[in-house]
């Protein structure tokens, strides 16, 4: 099981591949191993064992009497039960996800490409790996950074579909076949970053409300485009937690990002302001970057806390 961006994607990759055999579900829009729908559909397929990656490190088992490895990089939140946990958490420099499958699955030269993915997406580009520095000069960087943008695309769209990149990931051989187009799946990633540019262009003028240390912007847009705008707010408002909310982005919740570009800690943050009701969803992340979701009544007591009762939902 892994997320569904480029580094969740390529970390399933790497592990799909280097496990044949194994099934592959990607954990989409709303959706955590502990949330009760997911472990419904586990508990009817039973497998042998979980490996989730990319998807945090929480509270409780994933599913209780099944073994499960847990390969991710964020801020764990809790205890996962009996769960092995593979976590670059606290290292310097911070591997990601698809980092930390490559070098567990014995750092399969043929997938190198894929690890870069990973590292690229999650911003750990320049973090100075030698896994980065070989495939740059084997594949080129323009051509793995194009790969990057294309794959994170699907994820952001209405749909969230992103079977396209997977697929890609796992019949491509490297950053340049996945661009060339000769696999259908190429067309529909790009159709898919035309739909974020588009939801983008109008999110884009939707400007923030600042009270106190906090910037709110307020989104309406089904496409996962909150994240995105909360960092290109943050290199303008350095000294704010710049908070993107958006309240289109999944049925009755409130989907938000947050940034900084100064000292404070974002998990602390949100966990000084949890609101009562508040789930796993809320305050995971990074100290830098965090977020979640919250369902609308928990959303309006939250807002109004922290000083924009008007953004509260009837």
Known sequence: MGHFDADGLAALAILARSLPGSEIRVVGKGETPWTDHVRTELEQCQPSAIVATDLGV?????????????IDHHVPTGTPGEALVISGHGCEPEPTSALLAF??????????????????????????????????????????????????????????DASPALALLMKCDSPKELLSGANPETAQLVAAKEEVKAAMD?????????????????????????????????????????????????????????????????????????????????????????????????????VAALGFPEEQIA
């Open 103 to 160: 070098w567990a699955c014995g750092s399969p030269d043929d997938l190198l490409w894929l690890a870069a993915i990973g590292l690229i997406g999650d911003m750990a580009e320049e973090k100075g790996f030698s896994e980065m520095a070989a495939a740059q000069q084997r594949y080129g960087k323009t051509a793995l950074r194009n790969a990057v943008s294309l794959i994170n695309a699907p994820r952001r769209t209405a749909s969230a």
């Open 202 to 302: 109008d999110a884009k003028r939707v400007a923030p409300k600042v009270r106190g240390d906090v910037a709110l912007i307020a989104l309406d847009s089904p496409c996962q485009i909150h994240p995105l705008i909360a960092q290109q707010w943050r290199t303008r408002l350095r000294d704010k937690v710049v908070i993107a909310a958006n309240k289109a982005y999944r049925p009755g919740w409130v989907h938000f990002a947050a940034r900084t570009g100064g000292t404070q800690d974002l998990i602390r943050f949100f966990a000084d302001r949890r609101p009562e009701g508040a789930g796993t969803e809320y305050g995971s992340g990074h100290r830098a970057a965090s977020g979640g979701a919250l369902r609308i009544p928990e959303w309006n007591r939250f």
């Open 58 to 70: 929480r509270e409780g088992d994933i599913l209780p009497g099944t073994p499960a490895c847990l």
